[in-house]
């Protein structure tokens, strides 16, 4: 029986022609990055495109993106007469990503230094060998032949004049070998600074979109990456105590992304944390038998030390971080960081690119880190979703479907959230002028904003603690500046103090500045002996202590100051505590605090005197200051 083989053969035709319509184009689109909102850790990085797509279904393949991009946090905004299909997030270990002209440079430079290097010993072995041939041959004549005087006297010059080139080459060359080793050394640390010691790869994101007809639609990826991230600084200036405080508002941002992010829209978002003070704060002096009055800490509240990586090599670039604050640092190019620490902190948070972050104590003024490299990031796997990692796959097979966790959104879909830290609320800062920031890991000083604020000075000390006076700048409405905690550069009549913190954590309606230590205003508090006496009155014993505190003003101007004390609080109802005197104090009865506050003309010195008496039973013990 025949068979018709026609309606077959157009059967095949009609399956292959099907199936090569169906097959899906690959398109790779390079962007540029167009906006960054930098949080304190972390950035959300956007970029826009415009694509050309033909009709059918495309993989259009965002490439050179960064390796460190949190998946979960990708969405794809795409307007246009096409359907996005799936998106997916990858790491190409393949294709890595473009070093930076800077980086390329040092590279090559450091390829030309290291090959004089290895010219320059060669010819030291040369001349080695030089000297050891001519020292094998300096006798002449052999044993039965007599050598004449002249002989000897040429052969005698020869040797000296070629043993002087030879050493004077040999020492010509150890110093240009010295300065080669030198100028390698530091072109590798600046390197090393600029790119560390991982290759990574080239970070991918793929959307599968889909177009009835040739169609241009245009893109926007929005994503978060790590190893980014700000903390504020600040100038204050003050020129006397009757002009405004003049606050200028920095941010010090730095990122390794891998990825630079030039002439960039850039915004700053952080959390309102609350504040306290630097000044040094009383403890109740609480009174009881066999008790201690309180101690005082008074080690400095500035924090310096080394970060250093396993081999002992400093970590330039490395960020120290109060905990739980926003108050941080960077290490320099030798690894050494100074952080000021504010009333009752007591953790640092270290971290560097590539490395394990550490939680330190502070327990003293001296803390040296060494951070372990983190030899489990960036796996070679591709991520997909919230964490969850599969086997690599072809591109259509990874592409079936929205990968959960990756948001795909329409025109009017909402922007990704921001991310806020617990009980704190975000405050965002937009910079109006275009900033780069490129991805070499050091610090770049942005201004936010320059404000000139109201401010009633007052001097505060508290000798039995310190007996420096501290000038205080007190501001009102001080919330509708957004202000973070962070470190503060002082600058008080021209002069530059010092560091103190701007920390807003604990402030009420009126902000304390800190504006650092006056020596013109001189504070002293000695004990008075002639009020220090113990008496036995039947059973009780009575015990009196006295102090006499001196202040001057050596200013040329009116101050305005308060001065704190203390008087011991009775825990016992056998222990009575009398106050003689205190020079028209105020007195705190539950704390036993003791505030003197006045005004002094210039020039003036004025005398307050604190005195109480103690009584308690004869056979107790009870320890005075």
């Keep these: 029986m025949a068979i018709n083989k026609l309606p077959l053969l157009i059967a095949l035709c009609f399956i292959f022609c099907n199936t090569y319509s169906q097959e899906i184009i690959e398109k790779k689109i390079s962007t540029h990055v167009n906006e960054v909102t930098v949080f304190l850790e972390g950035a959300q990085i956007t970029r826009k495109k415009t694509v050309e797509i033909k009709q059918g279904k495309t993989i259009l393949k965002f490439n050179n993106l960064s390796p460190f991009i949190d998946a979960k946090s990708i969405q ?31 590279e090559t430079k450091l390829k030309e230094v290291d090959d004089k290097i290895i010219l320059e010993r060669t010819y030291l072995q040369i001349l080695s060998e030089e000297l050891a041939f001519l020292k094998e041959n300096r006798n002449i004549g052999g044993k039965n032949q007599e050598v004449s005087v002249a002989n000897l006297k040429d052969a005698s010059l ?124 009383l403890k109740t002096y609480f009174l009881n038998y066999n008790t201690r009055p309180p101690v005082y800490n008074r080690a400095s509240n500035e924090v310096s030390g080394l970060v250093l990586d396993q081999d002992n090599n400093p970590l330039p670039g490395a960020t120290v971080l109060i905990k739980g604050t926003t108050i941080g640092t960077s290490t320099d190019f030798d690894g050494k960081y100074s952080i000021t620490i504010p009333n009752n902190e007591s953790s640092l948070v270290f971290s560097y690119l590539g490395y394990i972050s550490q939680t330190k104590p502070i327990q003293s003024e001296v803390l040296n880190i060494m951070l372990e490299e983190d030899s489990t990031s960036l796996d070679e796997v591709v991520v997909i979703g919230y964490g969850t990692t599969r086997k690599r796959k072809s591109v259509t097979e990874a592409l079936q479907g929205t990968v959960s966790g990756i948001n795909i959104r329409g025109a009017n879909s909402i922007p990704i959230p921001t991310v806020q830290t617990e009980n704190q609320t975000t405050v965002d800062f937009e910079i109006k002028t275009p900033y780069t920031i490129k991805s070499d890991n050091k610090s770049y000083s942005v201004d936010i904003d320059t404000y000139n604020l109201p401010a009633f000075y007052q001097y505060y000390s508290v000798p039995k603690i310190d007996k420096d006076a501290f000038l205080i700048a007190n501001i009102s409405n001080w919330e509708q500046y957004n202000l973070l905690e962070g470190e503060a550069n002082i600058f008080f009549e021209g002069t530059y103090i010092g560091k103190t913190l701007l920390d807003v954590r604990y402030a009420t309606d009126t902000l304390q500045i800190s504006l650092g230590r006056d020596k013109n205003v001189s504070v002293k508090r000695e004990k008075v002996n002639e009020f220090i006496s113990k008496n036995f009155i039947g059973s009780k014993k009575e015990e009196s202590r006295g102090w006499n505190i001196d202040v001057k003003n050596n200013k040329s101007q009116q101050i305005s100051m308060v001065i704190y004390d203390q008087i011991p609080v009775s825990t016992n109802e056998d222990i009575k505590i009398e106050v003689s005197e205190i020079s028209g104090a105020k007195r705190n009865n539950q704390s036993g605090e003791i505030k003197w506050e006045f005004t002094i003309a210039p020039n003036e010195t004025k005398n307050f005197i604190l005195r109480y008496l103690v009584k308690y039973p004869k056979n107790k013990t009870i320890i005075l200051e």
């Design 158 to 281: 020869f040797f000296g004049a070629k043993l002087k080139e030879l050493k004077i080459k040999e020492i010509e060359r150890n110093n240009t070998l010295k300065n080669l080793n030198t100028e390698s050394r530091d072109l590798t640390n600046q390197i090393n600074t600029i790119s560390g010691k991982k290759e990574f790869p080239n970070g991918e994101i793929l959307v599968k979109v889909a177009a009835k007809n040739n169609a241009t639609a245009n893109f926007e990826l929005s994503y978060v990456v790590e190893n980014a991230g700000w903390f504020p600084t600040y100038d204050i200036r003050a020129k006397n105590v009757n002009e405004p405080v003049e606050l200028i508002y920095k941010a010090s941002i730095k990122q390794d992304t891998k990825v630079s992010w030039d002439n960039v829209k850039l915004n700053l978002s952080s959390a309102n944390p609350n504040v306290s003070g630097v000044a040094p704060e």
């Design 76 to 106: 794809v905004k795409a307007e246009g007469n096409i359907t996005v299909l799936g998106v997916n997030h990858q790491q190409n270990f393949i294709e890595k990503l473009d070093k930076q002209k800077e980086l390329v440079d040092l």
